[in-house]
């Protein structure tokens, strides 16, 4: 009996062994490393909550936490602005010799740590910004009590006074479009004492501290014109009075539940992973070192960033994020409706964040009550709504260029929503009614050619014309582009009425104008034209590929359904070539596994994944070393759009089955991933090997028969809503 519970009790610590090497394993996959501070805004990691964005430095000597808040914009209902930064906050350590220096970002639990060694004391922080606390948290531990010796001093980049009161340090001002802003730092400590000056405050031999930080302004977010609200002031200090009765501990494990809650729904294994810095990972990596746990990383990175910057009640991330280091970033740092923030958002649901898209939709319903009110001529349409290409928060414009099949591309997310999910009050309530009167608007635009054939009379194909025009803002009539997304429109518009039993009459209509509209057309040199007329230059490398909507986000052409036009589409886009901007990049992996083209996919991916500073050359499209993604410069749509083209890579279901494995590249023999969705709403793990699918576990939401597909196998099963079920093909 004894020899029997020996063996048992070597048998326990034997599994437990294996679980504790393969949590360990885990988390040296989600994790990013650097061996020492930030010296440059590109080189810090992010945190964010989903308004309250912060760049942390990590600096030993002092340390910078650059933050921004999502509101705080200079535009106007009228006039788009630009995205501000907000301050900075200083903590000026005095530690110049250190040893053992480690900073890293910990993906999985939203929070970023900081080790190293001075004068015999180790000294650790953790940052993070929490949702459920609505606030930014550092806290620091010393080895040996009462070795912890700071300044603490927090700037507006606006320059704008600082008042210390209590254990606070505040700045408030207004920006020139009367908008009120605020942020409030609020410092704890144990052991130790506390001193003020005039515009800092000190910490003398503490134990431990914990520093809190709040922003905010007085806009109200998808107010229509009715944007600007009371001060911020009583808001903010109502959430301090809130942290002062909480310990460290419960902000950090609060913040961490509802965090992993959302990371850890998906999991992907493509290989061993190893703990160097990832600059060096990167670097390896372009020189063609494999390393497919570094394609795994930056496709969490991505889930990563938008659990970071957009939850529900706050405003969709922008085109960096909410992180932003300039007064006048690029492209204003707002929303652009010819593909930027539609990509931003292309991840939400087959990588498993349906909540971080709720943004997204206040912000388009916004855009719509906006745009019907505006007095602008422009934007004054029959039916339904227009928008320019690039809009603000409040849903001000720049008037760089009318973008009229924007609004219907943006209300494809509506009915990818319900796709995903199965909501139907999701879809009577929002989508349904954006879908048509958006609908209405095309019925009424649409004008005849001679042969009785519907065209956009007024078409475009971002951002350029026929003959390599950069920045051809003229109307070119029956732009495919145009023509693709009003049937994309017009095909969701009758699959939800459909869904609905609603507007018989209507789906008649509709089905007549879908019928009728001028589609694909294959041109002399085999490509997919771009134009109406069959003008395309072979040799043009521009970086939208706009005339592929169809194939994706759109699913018009496949390779299964319209095989003619999806050989086009690779012709064209092999036309465009390999070397494009970094969200171009990211759209090419999407478009080639649309077309099942793995390898073609991982070849994009490896464009993409390469340093985007290198000494002498200046910069390029990549990534930049806190992995952000480099038009250039910074434009975070590449990494939403890698992390979904990742996904689209390994499963697909715009078809109506779940298709497995759909465009798997030679260079990920073995693997898993878990949690993705597929449309119905199916929670999809897959398993494979020697490049072959071993196993497949679905668990769909409801009750009912599936088809599902692994190449060209297609079997319908039966799922019991709720249970998982193992099945093979």
Known sequence: MRKIYLLAALLFGYFQLLTAQSQSSRQAELQMISQRPATAWLEAFPSGNGSLGAMVFGGTDTDRIQFNESSLCTGTTDSV??????????????????SHYQRRLLLNSGVQEISYDHEGTNYTRQYFVSYPDQAFIMHANASRRGKINVEIMLRDVRSSGIQVSGPRITFAGDLRNTMKYEAIVQVMHTGGRMQRTDSSLVIQQADELTLQLVAGTNFKPFSGYHYLGDAPHTKLSAQLDKLLKKPFKQLQTAHSQDFSALFN???LHLGATNESPVTERLLAYSKRAEDPAFEALLFQYGRYLLISSSRKGG????????????????WYSQYTT???????????EPTNLSECHFPYFDWVENLAAVNKQSNDSAL???AGWVAYSTNNIMGGPSKWRMHRPGSAWLVQHFWEHYAYTGDTSFLRQRAFPLLKEIVQYWEAHLVKRADGKLITPDGWSPEHGPGKKEGD????????YDQQIVYDLFSNYLAAAAVLKTDEVMQQQVTMLRGNLVGPQVGKWGQLQEWMEDVDDSTDHHRHSSHLFAVYPGHWITPQQTPAWARAAERSL?????ESTGWSTAWRINIWARLGEGNYAHEQMKRLIRPAISAGSGEKSGLYPNLFDAHPPFQIDGNFGYTAGVAEMLLQSHEGAIHLLPALPDAWPEGYVKGL???GNVTVDIYWSGHQLKKAVLKASRTGTYAVRYGNIVKQFLLEGGKPHSIHL
Do not use: C
């Open 677 to 679: 969705k597929s449309r």
């Open 338 to 348: 010819n593909i930027n923030i539609q990509m931003n958002y292309w991840l939400a």
């Open 574 to 578: 092999l036309a465009r070539g390999m």
């Open 380 to 382: 004054k349409v029959p």
């Open 265 to 267: 729904r998906v999991a």
């Open 81 to 98: 602005g630009y995205y501000q930064p907000f301050g900075n906050i200083y903590v000026r350590w005095g530690h110049l010799d250190t």
């Open 315 to 330: 405003l969709p991330a922008n085109l960096q994020g909410i992180w932003n280091n300039e007064s006048k970033p690029a």
């Open 473 to 480: 803002k003229r109307p070119y009539p029956g732009a495919s």
